[in-house]
């Protein structure tokens, strides 16, 4: 068990720019899942994966936001016409091929944006 | 709407005596209750999770919680505090959205002072 890895670890960008963050997670694992934490919160729920498979995407996220899994393997998660608003932490998560409801997540330790 | 509180932004306690994290949730049908610990620069960890039997669960580093059905409560304790235990708590619950998605809440700051 290597764990679940992110790429980059800090990332500083312009308002405008286009983002692309990359999380490879536990081998075995088929469930790949994206939050956003900000300073005092919890981890917002973004999207979800099983294989290739993109099953749920939060409302809250904008079309500016889209995420990939290709091949169920690694998934990228870009960030087009970045805001100010976008700064914050990008948590990869996964976990087994057990029941999902009782398996639990397993985090990267995350990107940091910061869009000035 | 489906959704998990903490009801504590901080909890303080001394080393040695006991710690209460409260956790309470509002779900539709039966609850998948998690908790998560987050040390400073580093990724959240799995403590214990609650699916079905036994209302007092035991997980990693001595914690255990508590879930009260009557109550939606799930809280996280500890007989006796450390130091090391300092760090920010989540409690989350896995729902049933076609997927399982699991949602946390805002967490809660534990110190332990020596």
């Known amino acids: 068990d290597t764990g679940v890895s992110q790429n980059p670890r800090h990332k500083i960008t312009k308002r405008g720019q286009n983002v692309t963050f990359r999380c490879d997670p536990i081998?075995?694992?088929?469930?790949l899942y994206w939050y956003r934490q900000t300073l005092g919160q919890g981890p917002e729920f973004l999207t979800y994966?099983?294989?290739?498979?993109?099953?749920?995407k939060s409302r809250l996220l904008s079309d500016r936001f889209s995420a990939e899994r290709p091949k169920g393997s690694f998934s990228t998660l870009e960030i087009q016409r970045t805001e100010q608003g976008d700064s914050a932490m990008y948590l990869c998560?996964?976990?087994?091929?057990?029941?999902?409801?009782?398996?639990?997540?397993?985090f990267g330790n995350g990107t940091r944006l910061t869009v000035t | 709407a489906q959704s998990v509180a903490q009801p504590e932004d901080q909890v303080n306690v001394a080393e040695g005596n006991p710690l209460t994290v409260k956790c309470t949730y509002s779900?539709?049908?039966?609850?998948?209750l998690f908790w998560y610990v987050q040390y400073p620069n580093r990724g959240l960890q799995f403590l214990l999770k609650y699916i079905t039997g036994d209302n007092l669960v035991k997980g990693s580093y001595g914690f255990e919680a508590e879930f009260n059905k009557s109550q939606t409560s799930f809280h996280l304790k500890k007989p006796s505090a450390l130091v090391s235990d300092s760090a920010l708590y989540f409690c989350a619950v896995s729902l049933n959205t076609g997927g399982f998605k699991t949602i946390f809440g805002a967490g809660t700051r534990l110190f332990v002072k020596a």
């Open positions: 779900v539709s049908g039966n609850p998948y």
């Open positions: 998560a996964s976990s087994s091929r057990g029941q999902s409801y009782n398996s639990p997540l397993h």
């Open positions: 081998s075995e694992h088929n469930r």
């Open positions: 994966f099983q294989n290739e498979a993109q099953l749920e």
